[in-house]
């Protein structure tokens, strides 16, 4: 109960810091109902830290994401994302996809037609994770409000249309469906492998003696126990999966002082803990 409460306290120190993103917005002061408009979103971020790709992804961060809404959105084009940087990120032990520094993402939309000349507010929400080499903060959610003026008159001509984005969209990514299939897969395979390794041998008549002697003596069948057996096994390391994940959740580096992004990471791979 004890460790609890230094987990809780980092978690709130993490949330009272300064963010290191700041989120402007930009767009035309003025248009038509039925012109298309861009809103400019700027991400300037602080030295060493970085935000994730809007449609490149890697296992680990979670990807950026942006929505435009309000009265006179009437359809939207997919962002432009400048091409992010990939590398090696300590903090998650792998390749990711990421932006540094000031990062322009452009997000076309188009109004809708028929607006009466007016005042128009737009809600550009902005969904991402920001990390350094060290440590990451919980997932945060901003939203900036803007005031656009619809003008009377019919839509110019040119502006009426979505232009081909000239900068990095590529939606292709990881797949979340097959890479959790190949995981799934991973695994059940490396427990089948587990059976071919040399300690394995001299349990399996340890085991398979015990379950006979213990079906003896509670006329229980022995595929009852040993399905029970593997049962609590399995549940074992899922209910230990979940206290960690939960744990895990925004609570990193702070908490460990160390190289590790989060503290479920530490524990999976700290040689003491392990032993």
């Given amino acids: 109960m004890k460790n609890i409460f230094p987990i809780l306290f980092l978690t709130g120190a993490l ?16 248009a038509r109902a039925g012109e298309v408009i861009n809103f400019k ?33 009437g359809s939207v084009a997919p962002i432009q994302e400048p091409k992010p940087i ?35 507010t737009f809600n550009v929400e902005i ?17 900036v409000q803007v005031k656009i003026e619809i003008e009377e008159g019919e839509a110019r001509t040119g502006k009426t249309s979505f232009a081909a984005p000239t900068t990095n969209n590529d939606k292709k990514s990881s797949g979340k469906s097959s890479s959790l299939l190949g995981i799934f897969l991973l695994a059940v395979g490396g427990a089948i492998l587990s059976w071919v390794m040399p300690c394995v041998y001299p349990m399996v008549p ?11 003596e509670k006329h229980v069948s022995k595929n009852v126990i040993a399905t029970f057996y593997g049962l609590g096994i399995s549940g074992t390391f899922v209910l230990i999966g979940l206290i960690v994940g ?7 580096d702070v908490a460990t002082q160390s190289k590790y992004a989060n503290l479920g ?3 999976a791979t700290n040689p003491w803990i392990n032993l």
């Avoid at 939960?246 to 990193?252: A, F, K, P, T, Y």
Wanted: one cysteine or more.
């Fill in 206 to 216: 340890i085991i398979i003696s015990f379950f006979g002697k213990m079906a003896d």
């Fill in 86 to 120: 990939y590398k090696f990120d300590p903090g998650f032990e792998s390749d990711t996809y990421h932006h540094e520094g000031n990062t322009e993402f452009i997000f076309p939309i188009k109004l809708k037609r028929g607006l009466d000349p007016g005042i128009y």
């Fill in 127 to 143: 969904y991402y994770i920001v990390c350094n080499a060290r440590l990451c903060y919980p997932p945060n959610t901003i939203t």
């Fill in 15 to 30: 949330f009272a810091q300064s963010n290191p993103v700041t989120i402007t917005v930009e767009t035309a002061e003025t």
């Fill in 246 to 252: 939960i744990l895990s959740w925004g609570v990193n």
């Fill in 265 to 267: 990471n530490f524990i």
């Fill in 41 to 73: 979103i700027n991400a300037a971020m602080d030295n060493e830290w970085h935000i994730y790709s809007i449609y490149k992804t890697s296992d680990g961060p979670l990807p950026t994401e942006m929505t435009i809404s309000g009265p006179a959105v």
